[in-house]
């Protein structure tokens, strides 16, 4: 049996999880990162990507200008993963429709209901590979 401690510990992973998961989708496939921040950032928000400056209007300009120079760009996630207050997505990024795409793990450290930092670690998928392993 469940206890109600490990249920209460369970929707929290889960309500992080969605957190995050809702956050990418508007900020960058609804292609609306104002309100992305608005609805899931804390105003102090520390970015640890080293080309994106720390809090919501650098993460602001930069997603702007991303999403300028890749009009097509679409993020497909293939994992979630959350651990106390941490979210982890493994994605799947393409700029473009016929682009092989970039594999993307970022982590999310979120406290109150909020996104607070952020990591990234971001590898092209290459033509060819040394095994028949898919990277997602």
């Known amino acids: ?6 249920f209460l510990v ?4 889960e309500e992080n999880k969605a ?3 809702d956050f990418y989708m508007l900020a960058f496939n609804q292609r609306k990162p104002e309100e992305a921040m608005a609805r899931y950032v804390h105003t102090e928000y520390c970015q640890h990507n080293p080309r994106v400056g720390n809090g919501v209007a650098a993460f ?4 702007r200008g991303f999403l300028q ?3 097509n760009l679409h993020y497909y996630l ?3 993963i959350a651990e106390g207050d941490m979210v982890i997505l493994h994605s799947q990024m393409l700029r473009e429709p016929t682009d092989r795409g970039m594999a993307v793990v970022d982590i999310f450290r979120l406290e109150d209901g909020k996104i607070v930092e952020h990591w990234d670690v971001i590898q092209e998928v290459p033509e060819f590979s040394a095994n028949n392993n898919s990277m997602f």
């Open 1 to 6: 049996m469940e206890t109600s401690e490990t």
């Open 10 to 13: 369970d929707r929290k992973l």
């Open 19 to 21: 957190v995050v998961r």
């Open 60 to 63: 602001i300009a930069f997603a």
């Open 69 to 71: 120079a890749y009009p």
């Open 78 to 80: 293939k994992r979630i």
